[in-house]
């Protein structure tokens, strides 16, 4: 058993794997993508989110007090009349985790039929930075059928041991020019292509994501390079491809960032064709 933090349990998702599902996120993530729409994620330890909109600037918020929940935080999480004010980021422990999240099993079983008829996804933030607890985690969800939803940028022996554990992969592909991935993430992609290796080596099935910002990686050489990449094991993947968020800077006001928009009014051509031609199987979400 280890503690981790989470910073969030969506239920009923069906975008994030087969069937009916719940998604749980880490908190933390190695990668600062200029277009992510969840920079609650960024932090591993839990931070105070302010919700601006609704805010009277009564001053309450600069009250001390002395709620021991509220220590550290440099305000009271409890004084907003509004209740703008709230803690992003739950330390759990693997055990107590995994029964919360098998009590959806039944929702599972009555979600469509299919061959799978649901499970539970764990994403982030980035899973594999807190590796003891994703590692314990997918071991106590067993039977529950598992996703692991990654960058991809962690430890070599931790991911492997993370997709033996997992039915299903989920990899992003953001960008494959090592430098331009660390212009636009903050990191280069040589981890993550190293682990994409390790992927492709397994016996899994696995879906790539490929997220499409227009003026970044909206080209058909992007995507040309991807099929390349995959076209040898084009019977075990799926690729996915998620147009992008215009919403995608609505919360960052509230951690305390600044969202810039990094792309232009570039091509929002998707070129699914250039991955079809590879015998890839592609669909647009």
Same mark, same amino acid.
């Given at each position: 058993?280890?503690?981790?933090?989470?910073f969030?349990?969506k239920e009923m998702?069906?975008?994030?794997g087969?069937?009916?599902?719940?998604?749980v996120?880490f908190?933390? +993530?190695?990668?600062r +993508?200029?277009?992510?729409h969840?920079?609650e994620?960024f932090?591993s330890?839990?931070?105070v989110m302010?919700s601006?909109?609704? +805010?009277?600037s009564?001053?309450k918020?600069?009250w001390?007090c002395?709620?021991?929940?509220?220590?550290?935080f440099?305000? +009271?999480?409890k004084?907003?009349?509004?209740?703008?004010?709230?803690?992003?980021?739950?330390?759990?422990?693997?055990v107590?985790?995994? $029964?919360r999240?098998?009590?959806?099993?039944p929702a599972?079983?009555?979600?469509?039929?299919?061959?799978?008829?649901?499970?539970? $996804?764990?994403s982030?933030g980035?899973?594999l930075?807190?590796?003891d607890f994703?590692?314990?985690?997918?071991?106590e969800?067993?039977p529950?059928?598992?996703v692991?939803e990654?960058?991809?940028h962690?430890? $070599?022996?931790?991911?492997?041991?993370?997709?033996?554990?997992?039915?299903?992969?989920?990899?992003?592909?953001?960008l494959l020019d090592?430098e331009k991935?660390r212009?636009?993430t903050?990191?280069d992609n040589?981890l993550i292509?190293?682990?994409?290796d390790?992927l492709k080596?397994?016996?899994?099935?696995?879906?790539?994501?490929?997220?499409?910002?227009?003026?970044?990686?909206a080209?058909?050489?992007?995507?040309?390079?991807?099929?390349?990449l995959?076209r040898?094991?084009?019977?075990?993947?799926?690729?996915?491809i998620?147009?992008y968020?215009?919403?995608?800077?609505?919360?960052y006001a509230?951690v305390g960032?600044?969202?810039?928009?990094?792309?232009t009014?570039?091509?929002?051509?998707?070129?699914a064709?250039?991955?079809?031609s590879?015998?890839?199987?592609?669909?647009?979400?």
């Open positions: 058993m280890s503690h981790g933090v989470i969030d349990i998702s069906v975008h994030d087969p069937g009916m599902r719940v998604t996120f908190k933390g +993530c190695p990668l +993508c200029m277009w992510c969840n920079p994620g932090l330890a839990p931070q302010f601006h909109q609704g +805010c009277k009564c001053g918020c600069e001390q002395s709620h021991p929940e509220c220590e550290g440099g305000v +009271c999480t004084i907003c009349p509004n209740g703008l004010i709230r803690v992003v980021g739950e330390t759990v422990n693997s107590e985790l995994a $029964t999240l098998k009590k959806y099993a599972f079983d009555f979600s469509g039929g299919a061959a799978i008829s649901g499970g539970v $996804t764990i982030g980035e899973p930075m807190q590796p994703l590692l314990d985690l997918l071991n969800l067993k529950v059928h598992t692991l990654t960058s991809g962690g430890d $070599t022996n931790v991911f492997r041991q993370a997709v033996e554990l997992s039915e299903l992969v989920f990899f992003d592909i953001k090592p991935h212009i636009y903050g990191v040589r292509l190293r682990n994409l390790a080596s397994s016996s899994k099935h696995f879906t790539i994501r490929m997220p499409i910002i227009p003026g970044v990686n080209t058909q050489e992007h995507f040309a390079k991807a099929g390349e995959l040898d094991v084009k019977d075990r993947v799926n690729i996915e998620l147009p968020n215009p919403l995608a800077g609505a919360k509230s960032l600044e969202f810039r928009p990094i792309y009014e570039g091509s929002t051509e998707f070129y064709d250039v991955l079809e590879e015998g890839l199987a592609v669909r647009i979400l």
